[in-house]
T-cell receptor
Framework: NAGVTQTPKFRILKIGQSMTLQCTQD?????MYWYRQDPGMGLKLIYY???????DKGEVPNGYNVSRSTTEDFPLRLELAAPSQTSVYFC????????????FGPGTRLTVL | GQNIDQPTEMTATEGAIVQINCTYQ??????LFWYQQHAGEAPTFLSY??LDGLEEKGRFSSFLSRSKGYSYLLLKELQMKDSASYLC??????????WGAGTKLIIKP
């Protein structure tokens, strides 16, 4: 099993550009999450999904969108990139939302200039 | 509000024992996780506590006191590879994880 994979690993965007961060998991997990991690800060939840076709906002959803058309994939879309979105983005998955460890992808390091 | 507090940085000596503390305030409580994160890498699971007491797993142990809103991670026989950030995360009433900023542990020979 590859676990949780994310692409790209690194990306530099110009202000106002858009991009999609890809996330795929092969563990048949129902729950998937997108976090951002700023230097010296904890993980902040952007969006999460409890299953295909269902998504919900987390703590910091503004400027982002998600979709969940399949169990495996949970892409994160950035529209009109801003310098405040410079961060490391982690995708994670878990088999349930309760009492269950989350498995993380390797992260995408995004810089917006 | 919801809050997780843990020290920013700690230093310890190879072979020694270190205790990393975490205090939490969450709306409801459904357990507490500890994750390890090496620099430039993803967090990886270490432990989960939902009942009071000590959970031991090899060189690592985690303790929880629900009445005090307090947890600690105990690392024994420290090795250089234990140099990493240790993240404490409380599970709130919606089963969302509320993350602390992490404690950077520096191990010196």
């Amino acid at each position: 099993n590859a676990g949780v994979t994310q692409t790209p690993k690194f990306r530099i965007l110009k202000i106002g550009q858009s991009m999609t961060l890809q996330c795929t998991q092969d563990m048949n997990h129902n729950y998937m999450y997108w976090y951002r991690q700023d230097p010296g800060m904890g993980l902040k939840l952007i969006y999460y999904s409890v299953g295909a076709g269902i998504t919900d906002k987390g703590e910091v959803p503004n400027g982002y969108n998600v979709s969940r058309s399949t169990t495996e994939d949970f892409p994160l879309r950035l529209e009109l990139a801003a310098p405040s979105q410079t961060s490391v983005y982690f995708c994670a998955s878990s088999s349930t939302g309760e009492y269950n460890e989350q498995f993380f992808g390797p992260g995408t390091r995004l810089t917006v200039l | 509000g919801q809050n997780i507090d843990q020290p920013t940085e700690m230093t310890a000596t190879e072979g020694a024992i270190v205790q990393i503390n975490c205090t939490y305030q969450t709306s409801g409580f459904n357990g507490l996780f500890w994750y390890q994160q090496h620099a430039g890498e993803a967090p990886t699971f270490l432990s989960y506590n939902v009942l009071d007491g000590l959970e031991e797993k090899g060189r690592f142990s985690s303790f929880l006191s629900r009445s005090k809103g307090y947890s600690y991670l105990l690392l024994k026989e420290l090795q250089m590879k234990d140099s990493a950030s240790y993240l404490c995360a409380g599970v709130d009433s919606n089963y969302q994880l509320i993350w602390g900023a992490g404690t950077k542990l520096i191990i010196k020979p």
